[in-house]
């Protein structure tokens, strides 16, 4: 039996798999200090972009038990940034919400939605994600059937036992189920260790071995575009000759 059909249901990263990051994350940062300055100043003139990145990357640092939980890390850094000025906790609230929003206004590339269309008739979907975005909020939710944040389980990809939870949500054996995503540590080797298959989504120019720095493990497919993996996988109809 080929790999193909032993595969009964897909996995899927978010970041940089289905849209950019960077921009996404550029404009969170915009909002987020355009709402610090119009609602709590005296903290906004503390920590501009540039100083509400390190205070972020400092948080994250000092508190490795929340390395699962990107919002948490987010709230904290807020809170160290705007109490000791004389704010709140609603102000935290309000701060993290405005951030939040942009976080989720996600654009797509152009490749994403045609694929999940196309796969979705196929195979259920899901999502393994270390990352806090919102599947409702972005509007992707309709392709699949649950996503396991890393923020909800406890522990983050390339840990075996999110791969497995997702694996047991789907009711399928890993290696029935295909993880796809842009990182060779967390989604390719992340996958392999735990008996899934997997697809490492090559959008850049590096190679697979100076992406995994020559890791002895190797994706079933490599593909530069979710178009490529949506032909090897759900392959359209084929007319017949009357």
Known sequence: MSTI?????????????????????????????????????????????????????????????????????????????????????DHVEGAFAAFYAERNRVECYADTLPALERLSAHYPLAVITNGNADLHATGIAPHFRFAVHASTFGSAKPAVEIFHAACERLGFAPDEVLHVGDDPELDVIGAHRAGLRSAWLQRGTISWSEASRQSAVQPDWIVRSLAKLTDLLAPPARVGVH
């Open 5 to 89: 059909m032993r595969i009964r249901a897909i996995t899927f990263d978010l970041d940089d798999t289905l849209w950019p990051i960077a921009p996404v994350m550029l404009r969170a940062e915009q909002r987020l200090d355009n709402w610090l300055h119009a609602h709590c100043p005296r903290a906004a003139a503390v920590y501009p972009i540039a100083a509400m990145r390190v205070l972020r990357d400092r948080i994250a640092d000092e508190n490795p038990q929340l390395a699962h939980d990107f919002s948490a890390q987010r709230r904290l850094s807020l809170q160290q940034a705007l109490l000791p000025h004389g704010y709140h906790d």
